[in-house]
């Protein structure tokens, strides 16, 4: 069972639509929860980052952590085609130094 | 911009030949990771670096992969005698001491022919 696992998509939605964007992982250890974006052969730009559990905000963007499930959430509000990229899940435990990455999912937002 | 530089952005090399990989972190960042990306994959951790030291080398492959960030200079991955199979995406990323914020460079694509 791999750590942390995200489905690959790809995910197609209408312009205006609100995305979800999920993932679960194994290691209760997992404190650090990262959301990153990368387009097309392009580095991961960092979009979102939370500590332990809660929500976070910014923008059309919102990071849900639910550590009793195991379970981490983007939401994109009003998407754009600009927003369509593969956004990876990231996430580390303390004290360990490696960040653990999902697949990635394939986003296409069409107009 | 003080982002991460990576360098080469792309590199070709024939089987058997050498290639070097080079990472200049954020300034004020003194610890770096470098991860492999194959295409529709995501990202591999290969070593977690500190200046002048090797924090963690757990996702490097044992044998013609090694990586050095010296006191002065960039971080250098380096593969010895390069497979069809070592053809990826390379990326490094670097943080600060007291964060946990890991800001990705644009990434070296390499080839082997």
């Known amino acids: 069972q791999k750590e942390v696992e995200q489905d690959p998509g790809p995910l197609s939605v209408p312009e205006g639509a609100i995305v979800s964007l999920n993932c679960t992982y194994s290691?209760?250890?997992?404190?650090?929860f990262m959301w990153y974006r990368q387009y097309s052969r392009k580095g991961p730009e960092l979009l979102m980052y939370?500590?332990?559990?809660g929500n976070k905000e910014d923008g059309r963007f919102t990071a849900q952590v639910d550590k009793s499930s195991k379970y981490i959430s983007l939401f994109i509000r009003d998407s754009q085609p600009s927003d369509s990229a593969t956004y990876l899940c990231?996430?580390?435990?303390?004290?360990?130094?490696?960040?653990?990455f999902g697949q990635g999912t394939r986003l296409t937002i069409n107009p | 911009n003080a982002g991460v530089m990576q360098n080469p952005r792309h590199l070709v090399r024939r089987r058997g030949q050498e290639a070097r990989l080079r990472c200049s972190p954020m300034?004020?960042?003194?610890?770096v990771y470098w991860y492999r990306q194959l295409p529709e994959e995501g990202l591999k951790f290969m070593v977690y670096?500190?200046?002048?030291?090797?924090?963690?080398e757990s996702g490097m492959p044992k044998e013609r992969f090694s990586a050095e960030f010296p006191k002065e200079g960039p971080s250098i991955l380096r593969i010895q005698q390069v497979v069809r199979g070592d053809s990826a995406a390379y990326f490094c990323?670097?943080?600060?001491?007291?964060?946990?914020?890991?800001?990705f460079g644009q990434g070296t694509r390499l080839t082997v022919v």
């Open positions: 990231a996430m580390k435990s303390p004290g360990a130094q490696k960040l653990v």
């Open positions: 290691n209760s250890a997992f404190q650090y």
């Open positions: 939370t500590y332990s559990s």
């Open positions: 300034k004020g960042h003194s610890h």
């Open positions: 670096l500190q200046k002048e030291n090797i924090i963690d």
């Open positions: 990323a670097s943080i600060s001491d007291a964060s946990t914020e890991a800001f």
